[in-house]
Each structure stands twice: as C-alpha cells, then as structure tokens.
C-alpha cells in the first residue's frame, strides 16, 4: 500500500510490539484477512480510519495521489507586504473552536465515544459510552466557552468562532449569544468547522458534499447569516476544497497549515483564498503528555511567537499573521484562563502593533489588497463600458455611487481608492459581488501622495484607461477631531484634490470628466471675500477681517476653486458638486452626523416602535413640529445624481451644481414620512358609532365634515387586525377623546428646549431632531437645484418616498 496507507512491515512491527497493549491504550485496531489471493487492512488509530482495497487494486495508489499538488516554495524569501491596517505588525486572530455536542458519540450512531483533547484518553471499550469524555466535552459548553466570551468582551476584543454546526443546533443559549454578537459589527465572524467535529479525510465524495451543504444550511438557519469561511477537523479530504468552490459563497478556507500568510490557490477555473491557521500557537497542547501545563506556559509560548512575529517584521518590512487557537473544554478551565487573560492583556497593550480581527476581516483584507494576480486589473470580456475612478469610494456617500456607477450599466467597471481600513464587513456586503464579477477593484494608497497615483497607473491604468473620475476622499471632522488633527483635514481634502486634478490632466483624451465633491457647509460661510467688520470700519483703513470657517468648509472652498481653475487653464472638464445632509444604505453613527442628520436617528427610533418593543418617543429640539428640518437627500438620488452629470454627453455649462432636496421640511413632514403617516388627502373612519376625519396634511382630527367639500376616502379597521403605531394612536384618540381636535404625532414627540441644546455644542447627545434658527444660511439661501434639474433632468426622489425606501433598507437589516 501506499500514500496515507500503512506498509505491511509496519504493520507486522506494530503486531510484534503487542496489539493488545495498543488496542486497549490507543484504539489501534488491527484486523488482516486473506481471500481469494488478495489481503484486505483494515486499520483504526485514534481518530483515523485508514481502509485500503485489495493489494492487488491497482487504482489504490492513484486515488492516494488525487488532491491538490504541493507547493514547497510558498513566497519564499520575498513575501508580499502585508499591509494591514493602521501599519500593525502582525495580525492575530483567536479561533474559538466551538465542537461540544457534535464530537463522535455512541448515542450518536457511532462506534465510540471519543476522548479527543480531553484531560484524558477515552479508556471505554468500543461500542460502549465513556460518560467521563462526555462529562469533559459537556464542561465545555455548560462552563468553558461561557469564560472564553467574557474575557473577550471585557476587553473589547473580536474573535473568530469555529462553529460545529450541530453543536450549535444543541446548545440553543450559545446559539442565541453568538447571534447577538454577530450582529454586533466588529465583535465576532463564523468560520463553518463542519457538520460535526468528526474527519472528512475518509469520506466518500456525496457524503462530504452532503455535510457541507448541511453545515451552511444550519449555521445560516441557527445564527442568521451564512459562514464566510470553513475549517475541517485537522484534515481534510483530496476534494475538500474542491467542494467548497463547487458549493460556493466562501471568502476562504483554513485547511492548511502552511505559512505565515495568506495565499491564493487556483481550484478549476477559480482562485481560492487559503488562510492557513496552526496547531502550533494552539491550546491543543494542553492535552495530556502535550506542551502546556500552565497558564503560564499558554501564555509565554504564545507571547514568543508574537514577539519573533513583530521583531521579523521591524527588521524586515514584511508584516505577517498569527493564528491562536482556542478549546472551551481546555483553555475554559479556571486553572488555564489566566493564560488567555495575560495574552490578551499583552496585546492590548501594544496598541496598533497589534491588529486583534476576525478571520473573515483577514480574508477580506487581503481579497482588496492582494487579489490573485488574474483579477487585478477588472478586464473580463464583457467590461469594455466606461471606467470609473472614485476616491475615496468606500465611504458612504460614494459607495452608493459606485454601487449606482456598476448597477445601472452592466459594461462599466470602476476602481476605488481608499485607505486599506475604509473596506470593511458592511462595504464588502454592499460592492463585494461587483468585486468577485471583475467589474471592481479596491486600491490602497494615500491620496496625497505623488507615489500612490502612479503605483495606481501600474496597476489598473494601463490595459484599461479611466474615462471618468470623481475626487471624494474627505475627512468630514467635529470640532475636536479638527483640532486633533487639523493638517490632516487640509491634506487630504484640499491636497488630494489638487493631486486628483493633476492626475486627471495627464489623463485627457480617454479621460471624459472629472467630479469634485464638495459641500453645503460652503455655503454657511457668511462671507467668502475678506470684510470689514464695524469694529474694523471703525479703526480706520487697511483692517480687514476674514470670514470665519472651519477647515473642512475652508477645504471644499478651496477645492472648488481649484477644481474652476484646473477647467479654465487647462480645459479639463472638470465641476463640483455640493449636496445636502445625506441619509440612506451605508450611512454611519460619526460625529458630523449626530449634528443635524435626522432620518439616521429617527428612523431607527421608529422601527422600534413599529415593533412596539419600545415605549420612546421622539426628541425635537424645537417650539413646536412646524419649525424647519434640515435640507435631506437620500444617497440613492445623490448617487443618481452624479452618475448623470458624470455620464451627460455634453460638456457641463457651469462649474458647480447641487445636488439637495431643495427645502427644508418641517419636523412634522419628516416624523409623519418615517412613521408612514399619509399626507395627502382625508380619510373618515367610524369607530364605537362615532365619526371621525382625519385629515392627513395637517394630521388633525375632527367629528366635523371638512369644508369645501375634498375627495374623502373610507378608511376600514377590522377587529384585530395590525396597525401601524401612527393608526393604533389615531384608533386609541378616536375612541376616547371627547375634544373635537387632538394631534396624533404630538403623542410620540417630546419637545426640548433648543436653547439648552444648543449651548450644548454641536452633538445633539441624545436630541434626534432640531430646529434650524432664523437667521441660518439654509433658510436664507435655500440650495438652489434648479441648473441641475434644468440641464440634466435631474430630480430629489421626493422626502416620504426616500424615507420609505430607507426604511425598508433598515427593516432588512442592511443597516
């Protein structure tokens, strides 16, 4: 026999040395039988089934030889630069192999229970349950992994769960947590470790293949979304991962333990990202007759190789990546906790050394930064459409952009510059399809910097030129975060820009047009020319006084003017584009939003009480609901909009445009709007044999007709059936209000006093809406939409649509 196989002498020494002793001690069984001319081996050791055919079959060796081949090589002595985010040396992740429950067990059909990374070997006879290894895995789950979750959650750290699927199907309390935390952005991933923690390597191919649709299947059922990785237990077959790509949806796989790195593997006609993980830096050793015997000894063990780690990549430029492994029913146990809480500590403490992530943000790095050398450039025969430049592209505002840019012309392709950090979970989940299409590719760099443009040249200008660019990347700052970092803001809002337009330049003819993003916080500048103030006027000539701005308004001041100047001397086709507050996909909780960004807030707050799992009520700062709003725009008419002067044949007439719901709604029109109140006509409802008008503008209602006479529509309330909250209040107001008038929103707003708001800065803590004062330039200079709409067709999806759109978006979870 060959390959995996045991040799007849080896088999003959084992039996000399006494089968009976190793039968009893480490489940070696050893049967050999003769027929007809042939032998049949049958061999058994620990986990492993070894079954071989007859000697005299001769396709034995060449099913032993199937598989992927072997490569002894791997990077060598020139790995790739990492590069992970925020310069961090290594890249750790911690694996929590979640198995109990689903190991090999008699009450499950098997022939035995198993004592696998136990405190001991199983000593139960074949056929016969070892309640003392079941006692040890149950440990485990009742206590152990319970341990293992608190010490990451106090500290704040993510892991990567190495999920049996059926054990989760078993522990239901787990299940409920893991969930949780997946729904938590950043806290933890799922990598699927099989049906069952029991060996692929001799399964037949529809009996694997069967397992590994069950295992997705389950985990997307029990926690709510679909593994993004897979792990088998140890080894896994010749066609394992062949399977995987077969079934597809997996980011990549961790069935190697071959290098320090990630690396892409070519399956049929697809490449395969490998992240290889270790049983080395794993708390396997804490098995009987292993390495660790101490916390202490888990702790220093893993502390060395990290340290080696981080010395290699000063010395080298070359970071790299560490995998930790972890067991509940091990390193759960109070005498070896202690180990895990030192080393996380440990690593805390480094700071951004140190980039602590889930397995999945490793793979999803390196898909962006390292794609396979077949898919850096997007050229697939049927991308031969316009291409797309966008800096600063995975923010939110832009990838809905990019997202349009790809969406609405299946031949266009498009290429995003960013910083490595800016492509996470939720970017991926949004572009990621156009990515694994050919039709979008992430670059990294810095936009500041002469280098970066032309490695981007080299690697995605040449075989396909750029026909249209958008200069987007920002930093949008609070006061504070201005102050931390004010050269930055400069830098990249101003400097990038000019080295954006420089770039797009050089790039005429291909290059059609070029988009400037800039802002309506220009617009609150009171005076964009030096004035004289009174006090100045006063102090006689020469005293001029500059309008106060801040540096972000000062920037997109600055970058439209050069953009104006860039299209003047050089004839570059070439506008800014300035747009309103933007709500919609992909939006975030920062700073500059919690100001004056009320759907983000509001809506939320009314899908809670949609469910009815909450007793909140809206935060206005205001006199009352009639006072102005701020100017709002969902990102899907911003993304429409740009798309459209970027895509219009001729040469734009002017140099700035924006883009803007052009208004400012009350508060009134924006809460009716998110709690789906309708605004545009009557509706008579009869209730307890009274009658009752609601009239839907003013949302007031009254016993009397309205007068004149308007279309009056029969509203119908069956007994019981579900209502919207706005409708249970308004049935609640009907049915017990003897007053002839009452306000249905009123009942889920409380007023706060503006002024104590304002004087609090510019977060509105927790104030989800306020009123625009007076004297604010929104209200004096309304943003004018009408060149847009005049020269490009272009027009606001109107405020009760968007918002119903966007809340849509939010009830999917896609938030």
């Known amino acids: 026999t060959e390959g995996l196989k045991p040799s007849i002498a080896e088999l003959s020494e084992w039996s000399s040395l006494g089968m009976a002793s190793l039968a009893s001690r480490r489940r070696v069984a050893l049967v050999a039988l003769s027929c007809a001319g042939s032998l049949a081996i049958v061999l058994i050791r620990r986990r492993r089934r ?95 992994v319970w341990r293992v979750l608190r010490a990451f959650e106090t500290r704040d750290l993510p892991f990567t769960a190495f999920a049996c699927a059926l054990a989760l199907e078993r522990m239901p309390a787990l299940a409920a947590k893991l969930r949780a935390l997946l729904q938590t952005p950043g806290k933890m991933d799922v990598c699927c470790h099989g049906w069952r923690w029991e060996d692929h390597i001799a399964m037949r191919e529809e009996e694997e293949r069967d397992r590994i649709q069950r295992a997705v299947a389950s985990l997307e059922h029990t926690l709510g979304s679909r593994p993004e990785g897979w792990y088998c237990r140890t080894a896994p077959s010749l066609r394992t991962r062949r399977l995987l790509v077969e079934h597809g949806g997996f980011l990549y796989d961790s069935d190697a333990y071959n290098d320090d790195l990630p690396y892409w593997v070519q399956v049929g006609d697809r490449s395969h990202l490998i992240v290889p993980y270790t049983l080395c830096t794993n708390d396997s050793k804490f098995a009987p007759g292993r390495a660790f015997s101490t916390a202490d000894s888990f702790f220093t063990f ?40 030192k080393l996380l500590d440990h690593m805390k403490s480094l700071g951004d050394q140190v980039w602590v992530c889930r397995r999945a943000d490793i793979a999803r790095h390196w898909h962006m930064l390292h794609p396979p050398v077949t898919s850096q450039i997007p050229a697939a025969p049927s991308v031969t459409g316009p291409r797309l430049l966008v800096t600063g592209g995975a923010g939110f505002v832009l990838s809905n952009l990019v997202r349009q840019w790809l969406h609405s012309d299946p031949t266009a392709s498009a ?48 075989a396909v030129p ?112 300035r747009f309103s507050d933007v709500y919609g996909h992909l939006d975030r909780d920062t700073g500059a939003r919690n100001r004056h960004n009320a759907p983000y807030w509001i809506c939320r707050k009314a899908l809670r009480l949609e469910a009815q799992s909450s007793q909140e009520r809206f935060r206005v700062a205001a ?144 104030v989800d809406i306020r009123s625009l004062p007076p004297t604010h330039w929104l209200l004096q200079r309304p943003m004018d939409i009408e060149p847009t709409r005049a020269e490009f067709g272009w027009e606001p999806t109107p405020l009760r649509e968007a918002l119903a759109e966007y809340m849509e978006h939010l009830r999917g979870g896609l938030c």
């Open 50 to 144: 070894w079954c071989t055919e007859a000697l005299s079959d001769k396709g034995a060796a060449a099913a032993s030889c199937e598989g992927p081949a072997r490569d002894l090589a791997g990077y060598g002595s020139d790995p790739p630069d990492a590069r992970w985010p925020r310069g961090s040396l290594v890249a750790v992740n911690f694996a929590l192999n979640v198995e109990e429950g689903s190991e090999p067990s008699i009450l499950d059909g098997d022939g035995s229970s198993t004592g696998g990374l136990c405190e001991c070997p199983s000593e139960a006879p074949p056929g016969v349950r070892d309640l003392a290894a079941e006692g040890m895995f149950e440990y485990g789950s009742r206590c152990g």
């Open 302 to 341: 893993c502390k060395d190789a990290l340290d080696a780690l981080m010395q290699e990549a000063k010395a080298t430029g070359r970071p790299k990546m560490m995998s930790i492994g972890l067991h509940p029913r091990l390193i759960g146990h109070p005498a070896r906790i202690a180990g895990l809480w």
């Open 415 to 462: 290429v995003i510059f960013d910083r490595a950090q800016a492509w996470d979970e939720q970017v991926d989940a949004f572009l990621g399809p156009f990515v694994r299409e050919g039709r979008l590719a992430f670059f990294v760099g810095d936009v500041t910097d002469e280098e970066s443009w032309q490695r981007l040249d080299a690697s995605h200008g040449v």
């Open 466 to 577: 750029f026909t249209h660019a958008v200069a987007g990347a920002a930093l949008t700052p609070t006061l504070d975060e201005e102050r931390a970092a004010p050269a930055d803001v400069l830098a990249i809002n101003l400097q990038g820009v000019v080295r954006c337009l420089d770039w797009a330049r050089s790039r005429r003819p291909a290059l059609c047009r070029l988009v400037h993003i800039s802002s309506d916080a220009v617009l609150g500048v009171d005076n964009l020319l030096p004035r004289r103030s009174a006090t100045a006027m006063a102090a006689g000539p020469g005293c001029d006084e500059v309008p106060e701005m801040s540096l972000y308004a000062l920037s997109k001041v600055a970058g439209e003017a050069a953009t104006r100047r860039w299209r003047d001397n050089f004839g570059l086709d070439a506008v800014s584009v």
């Open 623 to 766: 006199g009352s609901l009639e006072e102005p709003c701020w100017d709002l725009i969902d990102a899907g008419s911003v993304a429409r909009g740009l798309c459209t002067i970027l895509r219009s044949a001729s040469r734009p007439e002017r140099s700035l445009y924006h883009l803007a719901l052009g208004r400012t709604p009350t508060h009134r029109e924006v809460l009716a709007s998110a709690l789906a109140l309708r605004l545009q006509g009557w509706t008579r409802w009869e209730r307890n044999g009274k009658v009752f008008y609601f009239n839907e503008v003013t949302n007031r209602i009254q016993e009397e007709p309205p007068l004149p006479d308007p279309p009056i529509k029969q509203g119908e309330l069956e007994p019981g059936c579900p209502v919207s909250p706005s409708l249970a209040q308004f049935v609640q107001l009907a049915s017990g209000s003897s007053t002839s008038e009452a306000r249905m929103l009123d009942s889920f707003v409380e007023l706060v006093d503006a002024a104590a708001v304002a004087a609090n800065g510019d977060v509105c803590g927790d």
